[in-house]
């Protein structure tokens, strides 16, 4: 069996989570790994670390994966819209279709 390393820790453990899903989702096999009180408090403290583990021949793969994961979120465009001006839907920078009505949200004609 692989020895386990350490490719992320971080305070938000929502964060490590959604990393965790990424990297679970490409076949890598991934411990979470934070004290019991961290899960009883929830997401928001950003008291308590949460590490994540993966077996030692996979963490290359999971750390480039990391790496790209934090580059895309950082070109994630400032501003625009706050809501959808079709149906009023609330949605982040960055999407170019309304998650709910599906208006295109570059589409200067609208």
Known sequence: M????????????????????LL????IHVTVVSSGLAASIGA???????RLL???NEAGEARDLLV?????AAHVPDGG???CPVCRAR???????????????DDPAR
Do not use: H
């Not at 928001?44 to 949460?50: N, Q, Y």
């Open 24 to 27: 679970k989702g490409r076949g």
């Open 81 to 83: 819209p706050e809501t």
């Open 68 to 72: 790209a994961l934090d580059v895309v």
């Open 2 to 21: 692989a020895d386990l390393v350490e490719v992320l820790r971080t305070t938000r453990a929502a964060d490590a989570q959604l990393k965790a899903s």
């Open 44 to 50: 928001g403290t950003g008291l308590i670390p949460v």
């Open 54 to 56: 993966v077996p030692d």
């Open 91 to 105: 949605w982040e920078p960055g999407f170019d279709v309304c998650w709910q009505c599906g208006c295109d949200l």
